[in-house]
């Protein structure tokens, strides 16, 4: 199933847009955000879909015809979005030292669609608010590889009302040889599962935010 939806999945897989792994290009900017005693709530992204995808995406989503796309036409497709990817934990790994940091529905998304591309906001608060401790990670990353996540430069992480004692760094993923991203490129699109050596290849691809708090 695609991640942001069955329906549309069906569509670019019937239209031909996508033949091969991966199959939609995401732009992120991710925000760790803070309380007042320091321990982080929640995780905000900012995920901008790549043309070719939103093209499709969007098709008869204006209702009354006026040639925009308003907040009330573009929220169904935000809810399938979240709704969705709640099946595959939002993409999202927050680990403070080596202990998995869980997280709940969205408290708030919605859908914008400029220039010819959507973009998604979302924010998942974390089940209890945890402290960042010395070494916290963000990690946001399909390890199926049908997702291809690029973080913005210069704007990839920010820390909402951090302590002034938390420094956030940006880790660029692996790059892989030229035959290892044919063989994922030759991968359809009806496959969901990548098999086992490939897996562990795409696992590299993946960005890593890290947080530390002196």
């Known amino acids: 199933m695609l991640r942001i939806g069955f329906a549309l999945f069906l569509l670019i897989a019937a239209t031909g847009l996508a033949s091969a792994h991966p199959h939609v290009f995401v732009d992120a900017k991710e925000e760790i955000v803070f309380d007042a005693e320091g321990r982080m709530t929640a995780v905000r992204h900012i995920w901008q879909f790549d043309e070719a995808f939103t093209a499709f995406a969007i098709q008869g989503l204006d209702a009354n015809g006026d040639g925009k796309l308003s907040d009330e036409e573009l929220q169904p497709l935000a809810k399938v979005n979240v709704e969705s990817l709640k099946d595959y934990n939002y993409f999202t790994l927050l680990k403070v030292g080596d202990k998995h940091v869980p997280v709940t529905f969205p408290s708030e998304y919605w859908l914008d669609f400029r220039a010819g591309r959507l973009t998604l906001f979302y924010t998942l608060p974390l089940k209890t608010p ?13 390890p199926e590889y049908f997702v291809a996540f690029n973080f913005v430069k210069d704007q990839t992480i920010h820390l909402a009302d951090a302590p002034a004692n938390c420094k956030a760094s940006y880790r660029p993923p692996h790059e892989l040889d030229d035959a290892t991203m044919a063989k994922l490129a030759a991968i ?27």
């Not at 070494?135 to 399909?142: A, G, H, I, Q």
């Not at 590299?204 to 708090?213: F, G, N, P, R």
């Open 130 to 142: 945890v402290a960042p401790g010395k070494y916290t990670t963000l990690e946001v990353f399909d």
């Open 188 to 214: 359809p699109m009806d496959e969901r599962d990548l098999p086992a050596d490939l897996a562990d290849a795409a696992s590299s691809l993946a960005s890593l935010i890290i947080v530390s708090c002196s």
